[in-house]
């Protein structure tokens, strides 16, 4: 089983934020595969889960908010054995432009507490990344842009490069990070 887990921060004060943008590609892939989520309280997330030939992708929207999400991804991990190299986190990034994504093999957390907790909770920096633009930052604090949200215009964006994304998700399982990041970056 391979894990793909979405950050953002639940409730719908948060759904167009920046902040949302890993929730938002999780939800987007589930949608085009007909799947819908359910809530898992044991495992601190909504979850959902896609049987794709012989193998069983789950997907995860941590209910922690984003500065605790390593304690789903955790739970997910250890409920269903999951080891790490199976594991991608998707998640919004300041240094990327709006329409850019990057895959990335392992790297520290780059002020994004998501993915501190993440580091903290597994213990290691080695898991596979998918980072979704929301850059460039303004003359703001990063905690005021990335709950900021999106304008129409910048959504009709974040739309065509989710679509991009999703395609980045299924190369990267079925050829791997190299070949992710080679189509992708």
Same mark, same amino acid.
């Given at each position: 089983?391979?894990?793909?887990?979405?950050?953002?921060? #639940?409730?719908?004060?948060?759904?167009?934020?920046? /902040?949302?943008?890993?929730?938002?590609?999780?939800?987007?892939?589930?949608?085009?595969?007909?799947?819908?989520?359910?809530?898992?309280?044991?495992?601190?997330?909504?979850?959902?889960?896609?049987?794709?030939?012989?193998?069983?992708?789950?997907? #995860?929207?941590?209910?922690?908010?984003?500065?605790?999400?390593?304690?789903?991804?955790?739970?997910?991990?250890?409920?269903?054995?999951?080891?790490?190299?199976?594991?991608? #986190?998707?998640?919004?990034?300041?240094?990327?432009?709006?329409?850019?994504?990057?895959?990335?093999?392992?790297?520290?957390?780059?002020?994004?507490?998501?993915?501190?907790?993440?580091?903290? /909770?597994?213990?290691?920096?080695?898991?596979?990344?998918?980072?979704?633009?929301?850059?460039?930052?303004?003359?703001?604090?990063?905690?005021?842009?990335?709950?900021?949200?999106?304008?129409?215009?910048?959504?009709?964006?974040?739309?065509?490069?989710?679509?991009?994304?999703?395609?980045? #998700?299924?190369?990267?399982?079925?050829?791997?990070?190299?070949?992710?990041?080679?189509?992708?970056?």
């Amino acid at each position: 089983m391979k894990l793909i887990a979405g950050l953002g921060n #639940i409730g719908t004060k948060y759904t167009f934020t920046r /902040h949302n943008t890993g929730f938002m590609l999780a939800d987007s892939f589930a949608l085009n595969h007909n799947l819908s989520f359910r809530e898992n309280s044991r495992l601190k997330c909504f979850m959902t889960n896609l049987r794709n030939g012989v193998e069983d992708y789950l997907i #995860i929207k941590p209910t922690t908010f984003m500065n605790l999400s390593g304690e789903a991804v955790r739970a997910v991990m250890d409920y269903y054995k999951i080891p790490v190299e199976d594991i991608l #986190i998707v998640y919004d990034d300041l240094s990327l432009d709006l329409g850019k994504i990057r895959f990335r093999a392992n790297g520290s957390d780059g002020g994004h507490n998501g993915i501190k907790s993440i580091i903290q /909770h597994l213990g290691t920096q080695d898991f596979a990344r998918l980072k979704v633009g929301i850059g460039p930052q303004p003359n703001l604090p990063a905690e005021v842009f990335v709950l900021q949200n999106f304008s129409n215009e910048e959504l009709e964006t974040l739309k065509n490069t989710l679509s991009i994304a999703k395609q980045g #998700i299924t190369c990267y399982f079925n050829e791997g990070i190299a070949a992710a990041q080679n189509k992708f970056n």
